[in-house]
């Protein structure tokens, strides 16, 4: 068999090899590791689907037609796999249960339809090619993967745009948990899907077969960019994002049908802080919003300000429950209906309160440099520090220190 080592015969080839490496690093890499082993299983289907590929243009096809209906083809587990793998990597705690397994049940039988057809003779499979495949099968694999894949991609960003959401509510140090490279990633695996479209388009109304057939390689480019980026993913053993979790109602009903009637006391007070509300994004539909109470209000407010939890860098809501002693339910409802803010924008505002106070001090000024000061007050990273205090202020922090410095330098002594 000879193989035309054409540009695009190589990067095909290149393409899956590096799907096979980077799917062996991801299945043993140390941390998330289930997550990680839902992106490798995708990666491999992905491959798989490109070796076909590279079958057709490296004309090992042609030399060789019992290659034909190889199992390499799992292109409905495409969609499935990567919800989950979202899912997966956005709480630590998920699992696969026996009810998610139906969303496997096509690529099941795509591949028993194909494992089949290898037990069968090369007659019988070039029967079922003319007769059955092309006319029928052919048509619901191609356009079944592409609305698997739509649909499944839009449960994903609807998933992430949640996700985003959770994050400035628990976290005040979110830039390793933002998951911004797999937004991107969805948004190029939409592009992908356009493509697809225009492929079915022209097959089903125009009978061009591999005319345009650019998804493939396209394929190749996401295939490549999950290589790389899926194994630099930090560490999320701390995020428990569970969408399915109880409704508001639900959560204010247990509190009414409570036996007791009774409410968390608010730490340091020995009263009761009132039942546990819902979050300020989830009304009740027929209920009153329940009011902030003051005193769990004023917990906070000391907690951050008098006791300075802000300035651990990694804070989350539930350190602040556990240090107060306050459902972190609760908290999450008076930060955002008491404060107005998120958790996120709460703490980081005192932190870039805290940097502003101490770069009025002429001692902590000459001291410290302002990236500094800036890790003394809570921050853990220069582009997180950059990127908030401009948020917050409107200017950049190198524009506040310029303006506190000539201001204590008008006002020093020897003026």
């Not at 061009?208 to 630099?232: A, K, M, N, P, Q």
């Not at 569970?242 to 968390?264: I, K, L, N, Q």
């Not at 440099?369 to 200017?395: D, P, Y």
Request: hydrophobic share 45%; aromatic share 12%; glycine share 6%.
């Amino acid at each position: 068999m000879q193989i035309p080592f054409t540009v695009l015969v190589l990067l095909l080839l290149a393409v899956v090899a590096q799907a096979v490496f980077a799917a062996g690093l991801l299945w043993v890499a140390p941390h998330n590791r289930r997550p990680n082993r839902l992106l490798a299983l995708l990666m491999l289907a992905i491959a798989l689907w490109i070796l076909d590929g590279f079958f057709r243009v490296a004309g090992i096809y042609t030399q060789n037609a019992n290659w034909y209906f190889a199992p390499i083809y799992y292109s409905f587990a495409f969609g499935p796999l990567l919800y989950f793998y979202v899912r997966s990597l956005t709480n630590h705690a998920f699992r696969l249960r026996p009810r998610h397994f139906w969303h496997f049940g096509p690529v099941a039988l795509q591949a028993a339809l194909y494992a089949a057809l290898r037990l069968t003779s090369y007659p019988t499979r070039l029967w079922f090619w003319e007769h059955v495949h092309r006319p029928v099968t052919y048509r619901l694999e191609f356009i079944g993967t592409w609305v698997s894949l739509m649909v499944y991609l839009g449960l994903s960003l609807r998933l992430l745009r949640r996700y985003r959401r959770y994050l400035d509510d628990n976290f005040s140090e979110t830039s390793q948990l933002r998951l911004r490279w797999l937004r991107t990633l969805l948004v190029l695996l939409a592009v992908v899907s356009a493509q697809w479209l225009v492929e079915v388009v022209l097959r089903e109304f125009f009978d061009l077969y591999y005319r345009y057939d650019y998804s493939t390689d396209l394929l190749g480019v996401v295939v490549f960019c999950i290589g790389v980026v899926g194994l630099r993913q930090a560490d999320m053993r701390a995020v428990h994002f569970r969408p399915e979790t109880a409704s508001a109602a639900e959560v204010v009903a247990g509190a009414e049908d409570s036996p007791t009637g009774s409410a968390p006391a608010v730490a340091g007070t020995g009263e009761s802080a009132g039942a546990a509300a819902p979050p300020a994004d989830s009304p009740v539909p027929g209920r009153p919003q329940p009011a902030v109470d003051a005193r769990v209000q004023e917990r906070v407010r000391r907690a951050l300000e008098d006791e300075q939890l802000f300035r651990n860098p990694t804070l989350t809501l539930t350190e602040l429950a556990a240090h107060t002693g306050l459902p972190a339910r609760l908290l999450s409802f008076t930060i955002n209906q008491g404060f107005g803010k998120s958790f996120n924008d709460l703490v980081n505002g005192y932190r870039v309160a805290e940097v502003q106070r101490r770069l009025a001090r002429t001692t902590d000024a000459q001291r410290l440099t302002l990236l500094g000061i800036a890790f003394e007050s809570g921050f853990n990273s220069k582009t997180t520090f950059n990127r908030i205090f401009k948020q917050v202020t409107g200017v950049a922090p190198s524009e506040w220190a310029g303006k506190e410095g000539r201001m204590n330098e008008e006002n020093s002594p020897s003026s």
